[in-house]
T-cell receptor
């Protein structure tokens, strides 16, 4: 079963706008990660936030984590057409290194 | 580093045939993961290895699926016999156990079983 569920399933915005994607999960985690997948390609790691962190930034990406609500959000600021891709959250829990991926958000940035 | 390497990139086969997918992880990584991605089920973990030893194969759908990691630089996922419902994109990923936990994915093998 999927630990993480993203919403929305699809998001379409204009270039220059901000894009926000949300992820909810069910059990306690070690960390939560966000990945990007371009059509027909493998997933690429974007950012990792640990369970004791609340916010993290990387370039135009901002990730928040609320462990009390078991949710995370990914904000992409000043979006570009090249940001068009699917975005997945993934959770790591327990002593294992395995990740459980959500169903993804398909982001389309219109030029 | 060349990243995670998978072969073949595309495989088309007929039902009943044996299929072998190959993966070379990033040098120095001690974890290797096999995933399957379909529209219906999303990204599913099939099996993962740590230091060449299978740790969790609970995601392997059936006995028709098997995976091996004979050494730190090579792993295979075999399907025998293949069925049309096995059609999917299969990804291999590797990670460094002493790192943050991020996984590095290969380009995937798109499998079509006719």
């Amino acid at each position: 079963s999927q630990q993480g569920e993203e919403d929305p399933q699809a998001l379409s915005i204009q270039e220059g706008e901000n894009a926000t994607m949300n992820c909810s999960y069910k059990t306690s985690i070690n960390n939560l990660q966000w990945y990007r997948q371009n059509s027909g390609r493998g997933l690429v790691h974007l950012i990792l936030i640990r369970s004791n962190e609340r916010e993290k930034h990387s370039g135009r990406l901002r990730v928040t984590l609320d462990t009390s609500k078991k949710s995370s959000s990914l904000l992409i600021t000043a979006s570009r057409a090249a940001d068009t891709a699917s975005y997945f959250c993934a959770t790591e829990r327990g002593s294992a290194r395995q990740l459980t991926f959500g169903s993804g958000t398909q982001l389309t940035v219109l030029p | 580093d060349a990243g995670v390497i998978q072969s073949p990139r595309h495989e088309v086969t007929e039902m009943g045939q044996e299929v072998t997918l190959r993966c070379k992880p990033i040098s120095g990584h001690d974890y290797l993961f096999w995933y399957r991605q379909t529209m219906m089920r999303g990204l599913e973990l099939l099996i993962y290895f740590n230091n060449n030893v299978p740790i969790d194969d609970s995601g392997m759908p059936e006995d028709r699926f098997s995976a091996k990691m004979p050494n730190a630089s090579f792993s295979t996922l075999k399907i025998q016999p293949s069925e049309p419902r096995d059609s999917a994109v299969y990804f291999c990923a590797s990670s460094n156990g002493t790192g943050g936990g991020e996984q590095f994915f290969g380009p995937g093998t798109r499998l079509t079983v006719l």
